[in-house]
């Protein structure tokens, strides 16, 4: 069965970096682009950018742009999603979510999440 | 402050027919297919609609979405009392490069 498994919960302080991990199983990793989502306590979703993990190529929302970095590992089946520069707003739950469609936004699977605290 | 436009919240009694609305702009909703998502408590969003009407197998047809010119909308008929959540809409936008955009949310009571 389909399964994206992130890494745990990580408290991180204002400036630090922060690597989130998606493990994917159950399909041909190589054959669905992956996004990352994060929700912000209380808030609704943001999206954070999308990544083929056949090639490698990413596009991210000028909000992120230059804070954010995308890569997946193709001999493990994980996509990685690194934000730098952390500030308290960052303080959200970070999900990936496998698209069906491509350049969608069909996101049929979703990881757990991952809560990133940023907090001195 | 989001890009579609979503009342925050919205209620129903049981049995009852509750509608939420997704307002966008000619460079999503526009020309771009809308998608529909359920969030329950401390879980993760869930796929309702995608393709502005479509049903995903394994979501019960009480719910149902529609589009209309830079508007969309999800519909619930039948209201149980399980149906109480989170929902958002979302599209791709063509502005930029492209991206993603999302609703604020709607919260659904049942009564």
């Known amino acids: 069965q389909v399964q994206l498994v992130q890494s745990g919960a990580e408290v991180k302080k204002p400036g630090a970096s922060m690597k989130v991990s998606c493990k994917a199983s159950?399909?041909?990793?190589?054959?669905?682009?992956v996004h990352w989502v994060r929700q912000a306590p209380g808030q609704g979703l943001e999206w954070m950018g999308i990544i083929n993990p056949s090639a490698g190529n990413t596009n991210y929302p000028q909000k992120f742009q230059g804070r954010v970095s995308m890569t997946r590992d193709t001999s493990t089946s994980t996509v990685y999603m690194e934000l730098s520069s952390l500030r308290s707003e960052d303080t959200a739950v970070y999900y990936c979510?496998?698209?069906?469609?491509?350049?969608?936004?069909?996101?049929?699977?979703w990881g757990q999440g991952t809560l990133v605290t940023v907090s001195s | 402050q989001s890009v579609l436009t979503q009342p925050p919240s919205a209620a129903g009694t049981p049995g009852q027919r509750v509608t939420i609305s997704c307002s966008g702009s000619?460079?999503?909703?526009?020309?771009?297919?809308v998608y529909w998502y359920q969030q329950l408590p401390g879980t993760a969003p869930k796929l309702l609609i995608y393709?502005?009407?479509q049903r995903p197998s394994g979501v019960p047809d009480r719910f149902s979405g529609s589009k209309s010119g830079t508007s969309a909308s999800l519909a619930i008929s039948g209201l149980r009392s399980e149906d109480e959540a989170d929902y958002y809409c979302?599209?791709?936008?063509?502005?930029?490069?492209?991206?993603?955009?999302f609703g604020g949310g709607t919260k659904l009571t049942v009564l």
């Open positions: 979302a599209a791709w936008d063509d502005s930029l490069r492209g991206l993603v955009v």
């Open positions: 000619s460079s999503n909703i526009g020309v771009n297919y």
């Open positions: 393709r502005n009407n």
């Open positions: 159950g399909y041909i990793f190589t054959s669905y682009y």
């Open positions: 979510a496998r698209d069906l469609e491509g350049y969608g936004v069909y996101f049929d699977y």
